[in-house]
């Protein structure tokens, strides 16, 4: 059973950098069939995609972000990272991994899930 | 703020059907595949429907889904009080090139 773990720092400083890993387990993150990607959702509030990666290595970023996210891909490690850059307030959130299927060339459903790790961005 | 827009709430007693609308446009929910998803609070979302009215494996038929144009809709028929979560449609936008998550419903059982 495919399950993901993200793993990281709880507590980021303002314009600092945000870095988290997902290890993905009980299956491996080179398949071609999938992406993998990372979604957050601030206290409270809805789901935001951040962005995903092929394992090829093909990025796709939430335009509101763009500038800000790197997501790459380790396949020795059958992990994947995300950093986010300059952070504020505006970034704490529960950061979710989630490995994407595709219909049609287009992604368009994420599971499975990690449970999420929750990152404060606070001096 | 949200592309694809959903009813902040829906009710319903147990045993009614329940469901929820998620509206979007051409260059989302009008081109692509919607899927669906449960979250229950403090836990991951779980996948529910996926092309647009596909079950994955472990999913009650009692949910199903269905699109129409640039609109889309879940529905909860035999409502049971453990369907008490929020719901999220999502699918690619082909404009924004990326993938967009409803405004969330939050479902409520009387």
């Known amino acids: 059973q495919l399950q993901l773990q993200e793993s990281g720092p709880g507590l980021v400083k303002p314009s600092e950098t945000l870095s988290l890993t997902c290890t993905v387990s009980?299956?491996?993150?080179?398949?071609?069939?999938?992406?993998w990607g990372w979604i957050r959702q601030p206290p409270g509030k809805g789901l935001e995609w951040i962005g995903n990666?092929?394992?090829?290595?093909?990025?796709y970023y939430n335009p509101s972000l763009k500038s800000r996210v790197t997501i790459s891909v380790d396949t020795s490690k059958n992990h994947f990272s995300l950093k986010l850059s300059s952070v504020t307030a505006a970034d704490t959130a529960v950061y979710y991994c989630g490995r994407l299927g595709r219909i049609a060339t287009r992604p368009a459903w994420f599971a499975p899930w990690g449970q999420g790790t929750l990152v404060t961005v606070s001096s | 703020q949200s592309v694809l827009t959903q009813p902040p709430s829906a009710s319903g007693t147990p045993g009614q059907r329940v469901t929820i609308s998620c509206s979007g446009n051409?260059?989302?929910?009008?081109?692509?595949?919607v899927s669906w998803y449960q979250q229950f609070p403090g836990t991951a979302p779980k996948l529910l429907i996926y092309?647009?009215?596909q079950r994955p494996s472990g999913v009650p038929d009692r949910f199903s889904g269905s699109r129409s144009g640039t609109s889309a809709s879940l529905a909860i028929n035999g409502l049971r009080s453990e369907d008490e979560a929020d719901y999220y449609c999502a699918t690619w936008d082909d404009s924004l090139s990326g993938y967009v998550f409803g405004t969330g419903t939050k479902v409520t059982v009387l």
């Open positions: 009980g299956g491996s993150i080179s398949s071609s069939i999938y992406d």
């Open positions: 990666i092929y394992y090829s290595g093909s990025t």
């Open positions: 051409s260059s989302n929910i009008g081109s692509n595949y």
């Open positions: 092309s647009n009215n």
